[in-house]
């Protein structure tokens, strides 16, 4: 069912939803190109991937339309990816295995999203006590810092999710190694049934993402702030 919002609401949405997540998805997939590159992988470096700009990460499809349609359908306007970032684990340094280089790139990106969540809660937990009130020109930018929290939490909640190609099968066991190439094919299939399902949603997205934000606006005592960004 598409929003019920009016038209200029539904546009700012749009507008708030798309410049938070190529903004977010950018530094998360700068975030794999660095640790990467720590680990003695230049690839990324060599095709100008350790990057924040936009430019070299952005997908159309995945981190403009698909957003988009999460956010027209009422639906998770964090769901989406940026072009991957490529790595050569052959080239990683000796004092770690491929492996485990492998899952420490690929951790790195839903860590730096999560990072960005808490960053941005933690200026809005700031100017709050600072006695900043969100309202007129200070209310855009606590719009902007919510919606930078709540996209970001989703982001590293849905990232993690252990199934390939989302960072969260790296961080599965050497064992599962045959079944996620098995699985790999039928991804897309395998998100379209979470997404579709309404006790999978529950379970695997909505409730993690309600706890961990829950959780980080106790921490930083900003319940108050909560819904800025809808």
């Known amino acids: 069912m598409l929003s019920d919002w009016s038209l200029p609401q539904l546009v700012r949405a749009l507008a708030l939803n798309l410049l938070v997540m190529v903004l977010s998805l950018s530094v998360h997939e700068c975030a794999h190109a660095w640790l990467a590159s720590l680990l003695g992988d230049d690839t990324a470096k060599r095709e100008g991937r350790l990057s924040l700009s936009p430019v070299t990460h952005v997908d159309l499809w995945g981190t403009i339309i698909i957003p988009a349609l999460g956010v027209l359908m009422s639906s998770f306007g964090f769901i989406g990816w940026a072009k991957p970032t490529p790595v050569s684990p052959f080239k990683f340094t000796r004092k770690i295995s491929m492996w485990n280089g492998m899952t420490l790139v690929a951790v790195a990106g839903p860590l730096s999203n999560l990072l960005l969540a808490v960053l941005s809660l933690g200026l809005i937990a700031v100017l ?13 930018v606590g719009t902007l810092l919510a919606a930078m ?73 900003t319940q108050a702030i909560a819904g800025l960004a809808r």
Not at 158 to 178: Q, V
């Open 128 to 140: 709050t006590r600072a006695g900043v009130r969100f309202s007129g020109t200070m209310g855009g």
């Open 149 to 221: 929290f709540e996209i970001n939490v989703g982001l590293a909640i849905f990232n993690l999710l252990p199934f390939p190609p989302l960072d969260g099968s790296r961080l599965l066991p050497r064992s599962t190694a045959k079944l996620q190439s098995a699985i790999a094919p039928y991804s897309l299939f395998v998100l379209l049934i979470i997404l579709n399902v309404p006790l999978l949603t529950r379970w695997l997205i909505a409730m993690p993402v309600s706890l961990v934000a829950g959780g980080l606006e106790s921490l930083f005592h």
